[in-house]
């Protein structure tokens, strides 16, 4: 059985889109026998321009370190999502091409 993890001051409830997005994300991990670990929802210090605040984003730290996991998880998710190696971790964020979601 996998698990999702959070770390301890993730807070927050996201959007429900952007919740069962970070739902079928948990599910990629789980069918390569991995946990999913969120590292933030709408708590934390984010660059100016962010959507975490709001619920519209999630970071997850990638699983064992493979990068190569971002383009699994922008296919499973879709045009509508926005999904970017920052390094230490995967930016998750609902943001649709001309549309004002927020």
């Given at each position: 059985m996998n698990y999702t993890w959070f770390r301890i001051d993730v807070?927050?409830?996201?959007?429900?889109?952007?919740?069962?997005?970070?739902?079928?994300?948990?599910?990629?991990?789980?069918?390569h026998n991995e946990d999913l670990f969120v590292s933030s929802q709408r708590e934390g210090i984010h660059?100016?321009?962010?959507?975490?605040?709001?619920?519209?984003?999630?970071?997850?730290?990638?699983?064992?370190?493979?990068?190569?996991a971002v383009p699994t998880?922008?296919?499973?998710?879709g045009k509508d999502f926005d999904v970017i190696n920052e390094g230490n971790h995967i930016h998750v964020e609902y943001d649709p091409k001309g549309t004002n979601h927020v």
């Open positions: 807070q927050g409830d996201l959007q429900p889109i952007v919740a069962k997005a970070r739902g079928q994300v948990a599910f990629i991990y789980a069918y660059g100016t321009i962010t959507l975490h605040p709001d619920g519209w984003a999630f970071d997850i730290y990638p699983p064992k370190g493979d990068w190569d998880i922008k296919a499973a998710l």
